[in-house]
């Protein structure tokens, strides 16, 4: 796992630009991207078997802990922050841009600092949804009526958006996700295997 804290300006503005302009990566007062790192892995031992997809896993879990951490860290002060997963729609420009060498992926940025807006709570999907006991629970239409019914009213108030989850969903895999991934990552040395 490495993080880059990125305080350059320049960067800023190649990373805003990935991030199909989203201001706050311009404007937050932080701005830190998370990364997978076997980089050092390879430096320290370089006959390391870093390029299993397991291996892959276990490098974006550990990124993830990392930066829910800070962020809980950062809110336990009273500041605020939001992830930019889309700095993965150009991976390979983010690469050159925070100069990241072999064995190495950008998985997301994060923003910190003092909320300008407290916007309104994004409703979670209720436990029915998301727990079960001892077995694996299928989706249970009652739930996810009731779930929707709750979204699309938050999805009305906060955006003005005609929308539920299920929309959502269909819009969001009605079309290759990133397909430039794989072959990046395979690249950069990782998941061959
Ligand atoms: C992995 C990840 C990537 C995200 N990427 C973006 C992003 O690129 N741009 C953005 O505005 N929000 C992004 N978000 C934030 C979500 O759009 C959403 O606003 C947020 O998860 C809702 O926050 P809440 O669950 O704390 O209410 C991302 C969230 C996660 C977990």
Known sequence: MHIVRVTDVAIREGLYEVAAQQKYVREAAEFLVF??????????????????????????????????NCLLAAESMGLGGVYIGSLRNNTARVTELLQLPAYTVPLFGLCIGHPAQQPLY?????????????????????????????????????????????????????????PHILPFLQEQGLARR
């Open 35 to 68: 990364c997978i790192d076997y980089a050092k892995h390879k430096q320290a031992v370089p006959e390391a078997q870093v390029d299993w997809t397991e291996t892959l896993i276990i490098g974006a879990v550990d990124a993830g802990i990392m930066a829910q």
């Open 122 to 178: 994004r409703p979670r999907m209720p436990l029915a949804m998301t727990v079960s006991e001892n077995h694996y629970r299928p989706l249970n239409a009652e739930a996810l009526a009731a779930y929707e019914t709750i979204l699309a009213d938050y999805y009305q108030r906060r955006s003005g958006l005609d929308l539920n989850w299920q929309q959502a969903v269909a819009n969001n895999f009605a079309r290759p996700v990133r």
